[in-house]
């Protein structure tokens, strides 16, 4: 969730009509009455700027001027202590529910070299408490600097779910560094994410790619080679996963090809030529792949439930 930053911002002039709440007590310059801070009222009249006071009507219908730091917008006012849960979640080390870490990328792939990174991938369970609380936990958990990114058990399943080739890989990578006793179940049933949708979701990401490629070359006479040689291995590996019913990740018999790509060794009019046989490769396996429609979801809602009941002790 992004979170706003207008109650920080004294440069923004709120217009006539919003609704607010005071953050100091409030005096009736009519009379002695005084209210609390925390009064509700609506803005009916706005500055010019904020060197100048907003003409505040309160419930009960008197007027009174109060500066911009002497008000919050009522919206913002309420969600304040919904967004503590950093505060909530800093107590705990999410890191130490992660249940599945592995390494994909150019490492996995055998398609590395010295000054390449190591792509560490993976799952966490939070335990019940987290989940359940008002401030939920992250989608995911990032560390940028040593290129880790673990899913929250739901979200790896759904993407999982829906053939994201990065979430496939990391059930078949070979590079598996940490599996613990629930992760090693899930492995054990991988092929229930195996479904026709792997047709659909890698075709139409290489397709999409290879247009803005297309579109970089025309406007700066150049593309990105690591990233033509990684579109051409996801179509070998979509092809694999029609007509064998699993997710390659090793490229060895495509290896020097591959690496020709990168290298810049392989002409473009080449890699293309390449990209549309592979193409037409694909669609005779969609054709004849035994493959369901659909992934399993049943059996992957099934084993989240057992894992969230697990994640109660």
Not at 102 to 113: E, F, M, P, Q, T
Not at 124 to 153: F, R
């Amino acid at each position: 969730m992004v979170k706003s930053n207008l109650p920080q911002n004294f440069n923004l002039i709120l217009p006539a009509g919003t609704q607010i709440v005071t953050k100091i007590e409030v005096k009736n310059p009519a009379s002695n009455q005084s209210w609390k801070q925390g009064l509700v009222g609506v803005i009916v009249e706005s500055p010019t700027d904020n060197s100048h006071a907003y003409l505040v009507k309160l419930p009960d219908g008197t007027e009174v001027s109060l500066r911009r730091h002497e008000l919050s917008i009522r919206k913002q006012f309420q969600s304040e202590g919904l967004e503590s849960g950093g505060d909530f979640l800093a107590e705990y080390n999410l890191y130490d529910s992660v249940i599945y870490r592995c390494i994909v990328g150019s490492r996995a792939y055998g398609l590395d070299h010295e000054q390449s990174d190591t792509d560490i991938r993976g799952i966490y369970l939070p335990p019940a408490m987290l989940h359940w609380s008002l401030y939920g936990v992250p989608e995911q958990l990032e560390n940028q600097e040593n290129q880790e990114c673990y899913w929250e058990l739901q979200k790896f399943l759904v993407l999982a779910l829906k053939a994201n080739p990065n979430v496939l890989e990391c059930l078949y990578t070979p590079l598996v560094e940490t599996v613990a006793p629930l992760a090693a179940e899930l492995l054990e049933i991988r092929e229930i994410f195996l479904s026709q949708l792997v047709y659909q979701t890698y075709n139409s990401y290489v397709l999409s790619q290879f247009k803005k490629m297309e579109q970089d070359l025309r406007n700066t006479g150049e593309v990105r080679s690591k990233h033509a040689m990684h579109l051409i291995r996801l179509l070998l590996s979509g092809i694999t996963v029609l007509k064998e019913g699993f997710v390659p990740v090793r490229v060895q018999d495509y290896r020097s090809q591959l690496l020709s790509i990168r290298n810049r060794e392989m002409s473009w009019e080449e890699v293309n030529r390449w990209r549309l046989d592979l193409h037409r490769e694909f669609d005779q396996a969609f054709a004849v792949t035994s493959l369901p429609e659909r992934p399993n979801y049943e059996k992957a809602n099934q084993f989240l439930i057992e894992a969230r009941q697990r994640a109660i002790d």
